[in-house]
């Protein structure tokens, strides 16, 4: 009895193992109005005209990040080699975040002395094509349009290891 007991014991154990790693790579995510965000896809893409555009999708939503690509190299692991762009100051430097709902498309960016806020790349891998880094800014309502506020706050942003296609 007790070897029986002990072969349905391990077989159970056996039986009930299994692994459910999941992990967050790709991925992009933020607060957004105080409230936590996150895409369910991302995506960069790098034009000719050395432009980096990160893109970030839900089923409602899109949010773009638009900077230069990184002309020097970035290190990980030395926060001086970090890349900053400042939004706000220029229309090559960009955040968009568009809201679809039923009455249409509801659109907030920022751009030349529109909003304010930063991008820093923390990685960029040329050889594996992906890019991390972090991000916070203020968008703005660039429509007026008066069903959705004025303006929209993404805090504590971070993008890892997004495929550069």
Same mark, same amino acid.
Not at 26 to 42: H, I
């Given at each position: 009895?007790?070897?029986?007991?002990?072969?349905?014991?391990?077989?159970?154990?056996?039986?009930?193992?299994?692994?459910?790693? =999941?992990?967050?790579?790709?991925?992009?995510? +933020?607060?957004?109005?105080?409230?936590?965000? =996150?895409?369910?896809?991302?995506?960069?893409?790098?034009?000719?005209?050395?432009?980096?555009?990160? /893109?970030?999708?839900?089923?409602?939503?899109?949010?773009?990040?638009?900077?230069?690509?990184?002309?020097?190299?970035?290190?990980?692991?030395?926060?001086?080699?970090?890349?900053?762009?400042?939004?706000?100051?220029?229309?090559? =430097?960009?955040?968009?975040?568009?809201?679809? /709902?039923?009455? +249409?498309?509801?659109?907030?960016?920022? +751009?030349? +002395?529109? @909003?304010?806020?930063?991008?820093?790349?923390?990685?960029? /891998?040329?050889?594996?094509?992906?890019?991390? @880094?972090?991000?916070?800014?203020?968008?703005?309502?660039?429509?007026?349009?008066?069903?959705?506020?004025?303006?929209?706050?993404?805090?504590?942003?971070?993008?890892?290891?997004?495929?550069? =296609?």
């Amino acid at each position: 009895m007790k070897k029986l007991f002990l072969i349905i014991t391990v077989l159970f154990e056996f039986i009930s193992c299994q692994e459910d790693g =999941r992990f967050n790579n790709p991925s992009l995510q +933020g607060m957004k109005d105080n409230v936590f965000w =996150r895409a369910v896809e991302s995506k960069a893409t790098k034009s000719s005209g050395g432009v980096l555009s990160i /893109d970030a999708y839900t089923n409602n939503e899109t949010l773009t990040l638009k900077m230069p690509v990184p002309t020097t190299a970035i290190d990980p692991n030395i926060k001086s080699s970090y890349v900053t762009y400042f939004l706000g100051t220029t229309t090559t =430097r960009t955040a968009t975040y568009v809201l679809a /709902d039923p009455t +249409g498309l509801i659109t907030f960016s920022t +751009g030349f +002395g529109i @909003g304010d806020g930063q991008i820093v790349i923390t990685e960029y /891998d040329a050889v594996n094509k992906t890019v991390s @880094g972090t991000f916070k800014f203020n968008v703005e309502n660039t429509y007026n349009n008066p069903l959705a506020g004025a303006v929209v706050n993404f805090q504590q942003g971070v993008f890892y290891k997004v495929p550069i =296609r």
